[in-house]
């Protein structure tokens, strides 16, 4: 009998979320309350994880219906099944974690960017069905994307191409990045971005904001959303610049690849207008003109997390022949 279902992960820098899903793109059944950050020793995250993902086996019918497993990750390489070197993850190492998770349960996994993975579940159910060129921007704890052309995922020769949160856009005291780096676009544009950007400007500036009744350290992206659409000049300035950098960033990547369109996807596109407006004035003032008006910028059409589940559970259909 054909097995009928599948195992999506989105292992974000932040929060792991799975869930089972049926042919149709439908998630069955999910869990978003892992966080990424709590498990330094890659055995115990496995091993949680599992024990999450067999719970849910159980629930629709055992193993037996079950296809295979697909994973998004920072970092996650499709040709060798491994998460390498990723910034934002607790696991520095060259993490081989498909074969590790389809040892533990026994099942075919397979592994990619988790940009890739939910510019795979865009194409599929959300905003890019139907294109063939885009790039999907994930804006979270850092920055992913997606790269699509032709109706394929660039992977490039290795199977990590298409890291543009790693493009540098400041070579001058640009800020140090978890990879290693200094002045790449993530370290002004992911969600942890902003907070640093509202934090180097409660510092430099004496005028008055609602950020500065919170405290520095514990200061989030979120924070600097609420005090914007309360009006506040500072919050609505931090938005501003983080538009700018994002839109000057696109009209590069429009040169690159020419896409029909630019998804933005992440807790951080929800700001909505506060951000899309720099991003689009910003790509029209830089991106030359042959380019000019022919890459529309929109918003994911998927739930925050089904995006990314969806994608890598794709995967999980071609898992056997992967593995």
């Known amino acids: 009998m054909e097995k009928p279902y599948v195992v999506g992960i989105d292992l974000g820098g932040t929060n792991t979320v799975f869930g089972v899903v049926d042919a149709k793109g439908t998630i069955l059944v999910s869990d978003s309350s892992m966080k990424t950050q709590a498990y330094p020793d890659i055995n115990d995250y496995i091993s949680t994880l599992c024990n999450g993902i067999n719970a849910f086996v159980e629930k629709v019918g055992g193993r037996d219906k079950i296809r295979g497993v697909g994973i998004g990750a920072p970092n996650g390489n499709y040709f060798s099944g491994c998460i390498e070197f990723a910034a934002n993850l607790p696991w520095r190492e060259n993490v081989p ?21 939910a510019a795979i579940g865009e194409m599929t159910y959300g905003a890019a069905r139907g294109m063939k060129d885009f790039i999907m921007i994930t804006l979270g704890t850092g920055v992913g994307s997606g790269i699509v052309v032709g109706g394929n995922l660039v992977y490039g020769h290795d199977g990590v191409a298409g890291e543009l949160g790693h493009v540098i856009i400041r070579r001058t005291n640009g800020r140090l990045c978890g990879c290693g780096r200094t002045g790449c676009l993530e370290t002004y544009t992911s969600a942890t971005g902003v907070a640093r950007t509202a934090r180097e400007f409660l510092e430099n500036r004496k005028d008055d904001s609602l950020l500065r009744q919170i405290n520095p350290d514990t200061l989030t992206s979120k924070d600097v959303y609420i005090a914007a659409i309360q009006g506040d000049q500072m919050a609505i300035e931090i938005f501003e610049l983080t538009g700018r950098i994002l839109g000057e960033a696109f009209a590069d990547f429009i040169a690159f690849s020419s896409p029909e369109a630019i998804i933005l996807f992440g807790g951080l596109a929800n700001a909505g207008d506060l951000l899309l407006k720099p991003i689009q004035a910003a790509m029209d003032k830089n991106v030359l003109k042959v380019f000019l008006g022919k890459t529309k910028l929109i918003l994911s059409q998927l739930k925050e997390s089904d995006a990314a589940i969806l994608g890598a559970s794709a995967l999980g259909w071609e898992a056997k022949e992967l593995s």
Request: no cysteine; charged share 20%.
């Open 97 to 117: 974690i498909a074969r590790m998770i389809s040892e533990k349960l026994n099942l075919p996994v397979a592994l990619t960017n988790d940009a890739n993975a």
